[in-house]
C-alpha cells in the first residue's frame, strides 16, 4: 500500500476516496479517528491519509487527486440588478433587495 495523499480533513479525504475508487482504484483512509491524540501526537501524523491498496496504482491516483483538486469552478462574476441596480455577488441568481432574477439565468 502507498500514501497518495493527506489532509487535515477527513471530510475531503473521503470526497478524494470516493472519486478514486469511482475510476476503479482501490483505496482506504487511515488515521480517521487519530484527531483526539493530537498533541500527544505531531498534529501532521494525526492528519487522516488517503492510501492505494495497490502499489502500482499510486501514480494514477495521485494524477486523479490532483485533477480533481485543480478543477474547482471558478466563481460566477458578480452582476448589477436590472431592476434596482444593487451589486450581486456572482453566486447568487436573484436580487437579495428586490427578488429579481440574474439576468443570465
Known sequence: MKRVYRNESLLTINHLKNIVEHEGIGCVVKNDRLMGAMGEIPFLECWP??????DLDEARAAA??????????????????RKCGEKI?????????CGADCPSS
Request: glycine share 4%.
Open 64 to 81: 486523479i487527486i490532483c485533477d480533481a483538486l485543480s478543477s474547482e469552478q471558478p466563481a460566477d462574476k458578480d452582476w448589477i440588478c
Open 49 to 54: 491519509e488517503l492510501w492505494v491498496v495497490n
Open 89 to 97: 455577488e456572482g453566486q447568487f441568481a436573484q436580487c437579495w433587495q
